[in-house]
């Protein structure tokens, strides 16, 4: 058996091949499959062992023409599951819609993509678990539309009767792509952290969180309390309104403690120049004028690590005349007055100058589980804004709240017990960040950086 932990991804296939989704012969036969229930009325199921569960997206690639859908099954029998993805723009011609009715209409060789599967493993004192992963990456996109999917699997289809032969797909979800790289693009996003297995909060609001209108979510780590698989599907079943739609650009944070699992959950960019095993603890995307980077904090050997890589990139980014601002996230703050962690010697003595010599205007963290802004700061003291970079903690998304503190960068701090986020409108040379109690009810701070 071959455990991996990446998943190649196939290019749009010429024509439909037929499959066989027998579980003869299966190689895990002494392997129990984990158990878990799935009810879905919008799916269309011929065998729960390949019912596709917590559909959540990102990218690997260029975010105004690609999107990444990933899932898991039940089923461990690799060799004979080929994950794909149905998709059509949001067009009469492809699509009818109707308030919350939603039929896709055409199906051919251009409407899907093919991907991959991975078995990976859990070990634990107590025993080793296997699971079932897949990953389907879609290319050639139009920037800044709308498409419907569904992700799953199925043997054939029908032309004459225009149905699927076996499917085993989701229900209909929905994605937007990203606006086309440029110095006057239009766009928001939302930045959060630190979960920590909030699932019962996180659901109450679920339906604010769904509407937010944002090309995509920052997530800067601790989504659980352990990163187990079951707290996984957790997290992912608590957030399934907002996961299937928009996709999330995560960091890993201290309490993902089994790395490969949390690798596994989240198909990020995977980045050339980076040290032998170190291709996913950092990654880099263009979205419009932005440069956004997310970076691994998590010992002071891995922030070695990618500063060779992370200098090249943010000269790069520094050159591009297309790019107005950069964005950085990673888990431990730079600058926090919270007493229960707070600042981060290894953050601020190897990220923070590279920050500051290629002009970074704005980094995200957690870790601390409060809120709180910077002043611009550079070489260690308050300097005037455009002269520095502004360290938000945003690490509130309903893990237990923190007592928050005020010390000579702080320009606005909040209390964790209320939770937080924080969503981002950026519009060509102005940047306008709000930060929200969890409720959506409080305005915690509002900012604004300008070019």
Not at 45 to 53: F, G, H, L, N, V
Request: charged share 20%; hydrophobic share 40%.
């Amino acid at each position: 058996m071959t455990l991996t932990r990446r998943f190649p991804v196939l290019p749009v296939a010429a024509a439909l091949v037929a499959l066989s989704l027998s579980l003869a012969g299966c190689r895990f036969a002494d392997i129990e499959a984990p158990s878990v229930e799935f009810s879905d009325p919008g799916a269309i199921i011929t065998d729960p062992m390949y019912a596709p569960q917590r559909v959540h997206l990102t990218w690997q690639s260029d975010p105004s023409t690609t999107m990444t859908v990933q899932w898991e099954i039940d089923s461990l029998e690799e060799e004979t599951y080929a994950p794909r993805v149905w998709f059509l723009p949001d067009d009469p011609a492809h699509v009818i819609t109707d308030g919350d009715q939603v039929e896709m209409l055409t199906f051919d060789e251009t409407t899907w993509v093919e991907g991959d599967s991975s078995i990976y493993n859990q070990v634990t004192s107590v025993a080793e678990t296997f699971y079932h992963s897949a990953v389907v990456e879609i290319t050639g996109l139009q920037p800044d539309t709308t498409y419907y999917y569904r992700a799953g699997s199925w043997a054939d289809h029908d032309a004459e009767a225009g149905e699927f032969v076996e499917p085993n797909v989701s229900s209909i979800h929905s994605f937007r792509t990203a606006v086309a790289k440029g110095p006057d693009a239009s766009f928001s996003f939302v930045a959060a952290g630190d979960s920590r297995g909030g699932y019962e909060r996180i659901e109450e609001h679920i339906d604010r969180f769904a509407a937010l209108d944002v090309s995509h979510w920052l997530f800067s780590g601790d989504f659980n309390q352990t990163g187990s698989q079951d707290e996984w599907v957790a997290w992912f079943d608590t957030m399934a309104p907002v996961v299937s739609d928009t996709p999330f650009l995560p960091v890993q944070g201290n309490h993902e403690d089994y790395y490969s699992v949390y690798y596994n959950q989240w198909a990020v960019p995977v980045m050339d120049g980076l040290p032998d095993g170190y291709e996913e603890y950092a990654w880099s995307v263009d979205i419009g004028n932005t440069h956004f980077i997310g970076l691994n904090s998590i010992s002071e050997a891995i922030v070695q690590g990618q500063l060779a890589w992370l200098e090249q990139d943010l000269a790069a980014a520094s050159a591009d005349p297309d790019i107005v601002w950069t964005v950085v996230q990673f888990h431990h703050p730079a600058y926090s007055s919270c007493s229960s962690h707070g600042s981060t010697d290894r953050v601020q003595e190897y990220f923070v100058p590279l920050f500051e010599q290629y002009d970074v205007d704005l980094t995200f963290s957690g870790h601390d589980h409060n809120y709180e802004r910077s002043h611009p700061v550079r070489n260690g003291q308050v300097v005037e804004p455009g002269e520095g970079v502004v360290h938000v903690v945003a690490g509130g998304f309903f893990a237990p709240g923190y007592i928050n503190g005020n010390d000579w960068w702080t320009a606005e701090s909040a209390n964790g017990l209320t939770f937080n986020y924080v969503v981002v409108e950026v519009d060509g040379d102005t940047l306008h960040a709000t930060a929200y109690s969890g409720d959506s009810q409080t305005v915690l701070d509002d900012f604004v950086l300008t070019k």
